[in-house]
C-alpha cells in the first residue's frame, strides 16, 4: 500500500443554477491577460449541449484520453514510438474555431465618437487583431439550449436514447437541461502529463495538483490534444500551456478555490482523499465497465488503522489524516455512494467527482399531454417506481458520467429521491408510514443515512463544505531555502519571473 | 421582539465603510426576512418564526382576492391568462404596412445574468452571452420565417424599434419572442434598417400602462404607501414585428 494524500472537488449537479459566478471569479482572478483571453479554466454548460470547445467529448476527432489494447493502456493520441516520430506533427489540436475568437468592444468611442446625428456606440472587434468582428461563437454558445437541432442534438451523450425520446426533448413540453460546471479534473493517471515531450507537466506530490512548469514548457501542445476534458490551453501570447491550478495558493493559505468559494448554489465541497498510489495502473487499465468501481476502490478508509500507519509512513501528517477523516468528499464518493467523476472511460481516473442531478418531474407525453393525474397517495413515489420515465434519460447520464453504465445512475437517483421523499413526507404530510420505510430500504439506505445526506446537502456551514488540511508551507520552505522565516506567507515554489518565449 | 437587536446594539458604521460597500445590520421589524448574523435574506421568516401576523385583511397570506375591482376584471384568484389581442393595445397598427415581418408577443422577463439594467455589457457577461442582447424565438417559427440561429433580426412597431441577433431554441413558446431585460443601449448596437436610427432597447419598443387593479385601495394590505403598494409602470409586454435583416451597420 503506498498511501498519498489529494485534493478533491465534488460538484452537487442538483444544486447548480448556471449562474456562471464561478466561470467569473476564476477569469478574473487567473486568466484575465493578453492570450489568455479564451482560456475558461473554470466553464460551465449546458446539458444536453455541446460544451466547450465545441464538442471537446468527440474523441474520434480530437483523440483525448487512453486506450486500453493489448499492452495495457495506451494515449489515443499516440503511441511512445509513434509520439517521436510525429513531434512535428499534431493534427487533433483544437483550433481557435474550435473555441471562438475572443472579442471585446471599442469601449473609448463611447467617449470619443465625433459628433455624428446617432447616439456613439462601442462596436465589437476581435480581441486578436482590433479589427471589427462578427461574433460567431463563443465559449457558452449554446446556453440554456437544450432541445435545439443545431447545439444539443449533436451531444455525444445522447447515444443511445431512444428516436422518440430525443423527438420529445426537442419539443417545450419535455425540454429538459442540467448545468455541469468543469475544471481541470486533476487526474490520477493524467493523459497530460503523459503526452508531454519536455516532462514540463507534473502532479504535485502533497495533494495532487496537476501543474505545468512554464519554465520547461516547450509549446509541443501535446496535452492539449491529449487531454481528453480539453482543459489545457496554450497562452498564443507567451506560448506556453496554461491550466487549472486548483487555486493552489489559496488551499495553500486555508482558502477555497474562487470558482468554490464564490459558489452561488453553494454547489461544491473540497476535502481530501487518501488512495493507494500503487493500484493506479490496476485501475487505469480495468474493463469498460469496472472503471469506476475500480477507481473507487483504490480511494481509501481514512478511519482504517492499517491506512493510518502507511499513510503515516509515507509522511502524510495527521492534520492531513484527520481531514481526511472530516472531508465531505470522501462521505459522498466513498460512504455514501452518491457521486461518480465525469466520463470515467477516459482512464485519467479523474479526482472531481459529481453527483448527477435528479429530474424534477416524470415526464411522458401520451398523446400530447403531459400526465399530471397521478393519484395523490402515489405522487411521491411516482418517480422512484418509474426512473425509466426520468425527464433527463438516464442513459444521458450513464453516458456522461458512468461510461454507458446506467445502474450506477439509477442507484444514485434512487437514493438522492430516497432523501426527498423522506424529507417532504416528514415535513409536509409529517408521517413516515410503512409505504416510505419500504422504499428507503429499498434504495439501499437508512433513516438515520438520510438525514446525514439531507444535513450536508442542504444546510452545510462552510467549514463543512471546505475541509481543508494543514499544508504547513513552512517545512516546506524550511527544507528547500533553510530558513523558513525568510518566505514567509509565501505560496508554491519559484516562477516569480514572468516566462520567457520558449527556444 | 426586542431579541431580534440583541447583539447589535453598539454597532457602528463608518463613512468609509460605507463607501467600500453596502452594509447590511439590523433586522427590520416591517420587512419580511430575519437576517441577523449575516443569515441570507429569506421572505417571511420574520412572520413563520416571530408569529408576526402578515399584513394583509386576515392576517395570513392571501392566494385568492374578494375585493371588488378584482373580482371585475378577473383578477381575483392567479389563473391561466390568454395574452390579450393585439388590437386591444394599437401599438402595431401603423407598422402593419411598413414591412413584411411575423406579429408576435414581445415579452421581457428578468435576464438570467442582471437585476434589470445592472451593468450587463461588461466584456465578461458579453462573451458569455452571446455578445449581445439575444432576442430568444421559437425554433420552429424561426425556420418558417427563414430566420436561422445568430442571424440579425428587426423588432418593430409604432412605439420604436429594436436591433440584434437572435437565438433560436425549443424552449420558447410558438408566438412569442423574448428579449431579457434591461438591455443597456451602448454596446453593439447597429442603426435600424428600417427607421434609420440608432436602434433602441428593450423598452424603445413597450410604452408604459397603468394596470388598473394596482390603483385598487382602502382594503387591507391595498393602502397606498410609497414604494410598496401603488400603481406601478407596466412597460414588460406587447405586440411586434419580427423581420429577418442583413447584416446591419453601426
Ligand atoms: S483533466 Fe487535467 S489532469 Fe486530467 S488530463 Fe486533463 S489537464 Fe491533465
Ligand atoms: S457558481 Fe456554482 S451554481 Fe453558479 S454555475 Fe458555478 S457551479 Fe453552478
Known amino acids: 500500500m503506498n498511501v498519498r494524500a489529494h485534493m478533491s472537488m465534488l460538484f452537487h449537479l442538483d444544486k447548480c443554477i448556471g449562474c456562471h459566478t464561478c466561470s467569473v471569479a476564476c477569469k478574473n482572478l487567473w486568466t484575465d491577460r493578453k492570450g489568455a483571453e479564451y482560456m ?13 470547445p465545441t464538442g471537446w467529448e468527440d474523441q474520434d476527432h480530437y483523440r483525448g484520453g487512453w486506450e486500453k489494447n493489448w499492452v495495457g493502456i495506451e494515449l489515443k493520441l499516440q503511441s511512445k514510438p509513434k509520439a517521436i516520430a510525429n513531434l512535428f506533427y499534431n493534427p487533433a489540436l483544437p483550433e481557435l474555431d474550435d473555441y471562438y475568437e ?13 459628433e455624428s446625428k446617432h447616439q456613439p456606440t462601442a462596436v465589437p472587434i476581435s480581441a486578436i487583431t482590433g479589427d471589427p468582428i462578427d461574433i460567431e461563437s463563443g465559449p457558452n454558445w449554446d446556453d440554456d439550449l437544450s432541445g435545439s437541432t443545431i447545439y444539443a442534438a449533436n451531444d455525444p451523450n445522447l447515444e443511445g436514447v431512444s428516436e422518440e425520446v430525443r423527438q420529445q426533448m426537442g419539443e417545450i413540453e419535455r ?18 502529463v503523459a503526452a508531454c515531450p519536455s516532462g514540463a507537466i507534473y502532479k504535485r506530490g502533497e495533494d495532487g495538483v496537476v501543474l505545468v512548469n512554464e519554465d520547461e514548457c516547450r509549446a509541443w501542445r501535446m496535452c492539449v490534444s491529449a487531454c481528453p476534458y480539453k482543459k489545457v490551453y496554450y497562452n498564443w501570447s507567451t506560448g506556453k500551456s496554461e491550466k487549472c491550478i486548483l487555486c493552489f495558493p489559496r488551499m495553500e493559505t486555508g482558502q477555497a478555490p474562487a470558482c468554490a468559494h464564490s459558489c452561488v448554489g453553494r454547489i461544491r465541497y473540497m476535502g481530501v482523499l487518501l488512495y493507494d498510489a500503487d493500484l493506479i495502473k490496476w485501475a487505469a487499465e480495468g474493463p469498460d465497465d469496472e472503471m469506476f468501481d475500480r477507481q473507487k476502490e483504490i480511494i481509501l478508509d481514512p478511519f482504517d488503522p492499517a491506512v493510518i500507519k502507511a499513510a503515516k509512513e509515507n509522511g502524510i501528517d495527521d492534520g492531513w489524516i484527520d481531514s481526511a477523516q472530516q472531508s465531505p468528499v470522501y462521505k459522498f464518493v466513498k460512504v455514501w455512494n452518491m457521486a461518480v467523476p465525469l466520463h470515467a472511460e477516459y482512464r485519467t481516473l479523474a479526482m472531481m467527482f459529481y453527483i448527477p442531478p435528479l429530474s424534477p418531474v416524470v415526464s411522458t407525453i401520451e398523446e400530447g399531454l403531459v400526465r399530471l393525474d397521478i393519484p395523490r397517495e402515489r405522487v411521491d413515489f411516482e418517480l422512484f417506481n418509474s426512473l425509466e420515465k426520468a425527464r433527463l434519460p438516464i442513459q444521458y447520464l450513464a453516458n456522461l458520467f458512468s461510461g454507458g453504465n446506467e445502474e450506477v445512475i439509477e442507484k444514485i437517483l434512487r437514493k438522492m429521491l430516497a432523501v426527498r421523499i423522506y424529507k417532504r413526507r416528514e415535513s409536509v404530510e409529517g408521517i413516515i408510514d410503512d ?24 444546510l452545510p456551514t462552510i467549514a463543512e463544505r471546505f475541509v481543508y488540511p494543514p499544508y504547513h508551507r513552512e517545512m516546506a520552505a524550511e527544507a528547500i531555502y533553510g530558513d523558513p522565516l525568510a518566505r514567509k506567507g509565501d505560496v508554491g515554489f519559484g516562477y516569480i519571473m514572468p516566462p520567457e518565449r520558449g527556444p | 421582539m426586542t431579541h431580534l437587536s440583541d447583539g447589535q446594539r453598539d454597532t457602528r458604521i ?21 437576517i441577523n448574523k449575516g443569515r441570507a435574506y429569506s421572505p417571511f421568516t420574520l412572520n413563520v418564526e416571530e408569529l408576526v401576523p402578515w399584513r394583509t385583511l386576515t392576517g395570513r397570506q392571501h392566494f385568492y382576492l374578494d375585493h371588488e375591482n378584482y373580482l371585475e376584471w378577473g383578477e381575483h384568484l392567479p389563473t391561466y391568462k390568454p395574452r390579450p389581442d393585439h388590437t386591444m393595445l394599437s401599438e402595431t397598427e401603423i407598422s402593419a404596412n411598413e414591412a413584411q415581418g411575423r406579429l408576435l408577443n414581445y415579452i421581457t422577463p428578468h435576464g438570467k445574468w442582471s437585476i434589470h439594467s445592472t451593468y450587463s455589457e461588461n466584456i465578461r457577461m458579453k462573451t458569455l452571452s452571446r455578445g449581445g442582447y439575444p432576442v430568444w424565438l421559437n425554433d420552429k417559427e424561426a425556420a418558417e420565417m427563414d430566420i436561422k440561429d445568430n442571424d440579425w433580426v428587426e423588432l418593430f412597431n409604432d412605439n420604436g424599434v429594436f436591433v440584434q441577433r437572435c ?67 407596466v412597460n414588460r409586454d406587447t405586440f411586434v414585428y419580427v423581420r429577418k435583416i442583413d447584416k446591419p451597420s453601426y
Not at chain 1, 425540454?175 to 497530460?192: D, G, S, T
Not at chain 1, 420505510?437 to 439531507?454: G, K, R
Open chain 1, 40 to 52: 475558461w479554466w473554470n466553464n460551465v454548460e449546458t446539458r444536453p449541449g455541446t460544451g466547450y
Open chain 1, 102 to 114: 475572443p472579442f471585446t468592444f471599442r469601449y473609448e468611442d463611447l467617449f470619443n465618437a465625433p
Open chain 1, 175 to 192: 425540454v429538459v437541461f442540467n448545468y455541469l460546471p468543469r475544471i481541470c479534473n486533476h487526474c490520477l493517471n493524467p493523459a497530460c
Open chain 1, 435 to 458: 409505504a416510505t420505510l419500504a422504499m428507503v430500504e429499498s434504495a439501499d439506505t437508512t433513516p438515520e443515512e438520510i438525514e446525514a445526506i439531507y444535513r450536508l446537502t442542504t
Open chain 2, 14 to 34: 463608518r463613512f468609509s465603510d460605507l463607501v467600500a460597500q453596502p452594509r447590511r445590520v439590523l433586522t427590520t421589524p416591517t420587512w419580511s426576512a430575519v
Open chain 2, 167 to 233: 437565438i433560436t431554441s425549443a424552449r420558447i413558446p410558438r408566438g412569442t419572442v423574448f428579449v431579457y431585460h434591461a438591455t443597456e443601449r451602448t454596446v453593439g448596437i447597429p442603426i435600424s434598417p428600417l427607421r434609420q436610427k440608432r436602434a433602441g432597447m428593450n423598452n424603445s419598443i413597450t410604452r408604459t400602462r397603468l394596470k388598473p387593479v394596482l390603483m385598487s385601495g382602502g382594503y387591507g394590505q391595498f393602502t397606498y404607501s410609497f414604494n410598496y403598494w401603488g400603481p406601478t409602470g
